[in-house]
């Protein structure tokens, strides 16, 4: 069944690995006929971006949809790794890292990557999480030092 696509002036998607950009004033309407590997711009993570676990995980996810015959599996022995690992750290990522593994394995790539960006807001809301436990700690420090001098 084809697929529609609008692209915005500037805008990048990749189409089978062949990054395209819109480089005209106005929009334009791509007709894809055939099955293609397809991430619109707000889905592609660059390497830059890939800093942290999970959007370590994502990036290699997303390699391996984009590049399908990579020679050697060089992407996916790099997603699993990063998963398995991310998993380990957040044991209460386990749930989407078992959805992400069963979509991979079902080779349901593009689905796959929807459920790896749960993994990413995940890792947000640990972060946040332990920086408010140590922001909290440092003022229940500071208020013991203060009463400690009065």
Do not use: W
């Amino acid at each position: 069944m084809p697929l529609k696509i609008q692209i915005k002036k500037h805008q990048k998607i990749i189409i089978n690995g062949a990054v395209v950009e819109n480089v005209s004033q106005r929009n334009v309407s791509l007709l894809i006929a055939n099955d293609a590997a397809i991430l619109r711009a707000s889905d592609i993570l660059t390497p830059e971006d890939a800093a942290t676990p999970a959007s370590r995980t994502y990036y290699a996810l997303q390699c391996m949809y984009v590049f399908p015959n990579d020679p050697g599996g060089r992407h996916a022995k790099q997603f699993h790794g990063f998963l398995d690992s991310y998993e380990q750290a957040s044991r209460s990522s386990r749930p989407i890292t078992q959805a992400v593994r069963d979509l991979v394995g079902a080779n349901d790539l593009y689905n796959a990557l929807k459920k790896c960006q749960e993994l990413i807001f995940h890792e947000r809301d640990l972060l946040a999480n332990v920086q408010g436990q140590i922001s909290s700690q440092i003022r229940e420090a500071a208020n013991a030092g203060q009463s400690e001098g009065d």
